[in-house]
């Protein structure tokens, strides 16, 4: 269990993860928790990341920073992707272990899986084909993450641990219109056409792919949970195990918004992977389940935009 005075490194914590993390942090009472901005501490440079923990020797590690983006984003600057976020995680995965940390959560993401995995993805399907080639930088960076994690328990005995999220959204989200993901995008698209009076809004692809969705507080929770009671080589996939279609999904933030116009679809543009639908009962069997639904989640995130200008500008 983490103690309410052990010394807690949350990586990435202005983030939407890092930040919910630390919030949950705080209501647990923990009571020293470590915090760095990009400007006081750049993870890419391992000089920097080597002397910061050489300072404050972190007893436990939420690694949750990252290059983050959706399919523009990560199609437009693949290389990119993959070298900051091999970088970061690498720096900071060492640096932890140099150090003796005492244990560290690595986050990925569902994108880690084939494109064409057997659904719902199992954790051991991990490595058995092809990725989804829109975000493979992406994907690759995250896998030798947190097999790095898995390589120092085999040779070291660390307790360094791996959790995959499904598609996350909540408040301190990312809104850019061309940058963000998917249900942040909607978000933003669906107030626009609102406040604008239109009459219909235009969504990418054909609205067919299935996704799933975790309110970020609840993988927050989840994380903290792992960290107390898991060990183990093996990934664990964090998700609510439900999924929608993308046009169910467009329906369903165009309600919560209040936009009453038409919804049409490009077809034109990419729709990514077909399905991507976490199998969770390695984590249900541990004993953690999903809190929040998905249309309260939207309302959330929605009252969070609303009452965030700078964030929606971004």
Not at 230 to 238: F, M, R
């Amino acid at each position: 269990m983490i103690e309410k005075d052990a010394k807690i490194y949350v990586a990435g914590h202005r983030g939407m993860v890092g930040s919910a993390i630390v919030r949950r942090l705080e209501r647990e009472g923990c009571r020293n928790i470590i915090t760095r901005t990009h400007r006081e501490l750049n993870l890419c440079r391992q000089r920097e990341v080597e002397q910061f923990f050489e300072e404050e020797k972190p007893d436990y590690v939420f690694l949750a920073a990252a290059k983050v983006g959706g399919i523009v984003a990560n199609s437009e600057a693949l290389a990119d992707f993959m070298y900051e976020n091999m970088v970061m995680e690498m720096n900071v995965i060492h640096s932890a272990w140099q150090n003796h940390c005492r244990k560290l959560l690595f986050l990925g993401s569902s994108c880690i899986y084939p494109r064409l995995a057997p659904q719902p993805m199992k954790e051991a399907c991990l490595l058995t084909s092809e990725l989804e080639k829109t975000n493979e930088a992406y994907a690759l960076a995250k896998i030798s993450g947190l097999k790095y994690c898995e390589f120092l328990n085999r040779q070291y005995g660390t307790d360094y641990i791996s959790a995959m999220p499904t598609n996350l959204y909540g408040p301190n989200d990312n809104y850019h219109p061309t940058h963000s993901h998917v249900l942040p995008a909607l978000i933003r698209k669906f107030h626009e056409a609102k406040e604008a009076g239109a009459g219909e809004v235009v969504c990418w692809g054909t609205g067919t792919p299935l996704r799933e969705f975790l309110y970020v507080d609840d993988l927050a929770d989840a994380c903290v949970f792992l960290m107390n009671t898991y060990s183990g080589d093996e990934t664990v996939n964090v998700g609510t195990g439900k999924e929608l279609t993308i046009r169910e999904l467009a329906e369903l933030v165009a309600r919560v918004v209040g936009f009453e116009g038409e919804i049409k679809w490009d077809s034109s543009k990419p729709d990514g992977t077909p399905r991507k639908l976490l199998d969770v009962t390695k984590l249900e069997g541990l004993g953690w389940k999903y809190k929040v639904e998905l249309e309260e989640g939207i309302r959330l995130s929605y009252e969070d935009f609303l009452n965030n200008p700078m964030r929606a500008e971004r």
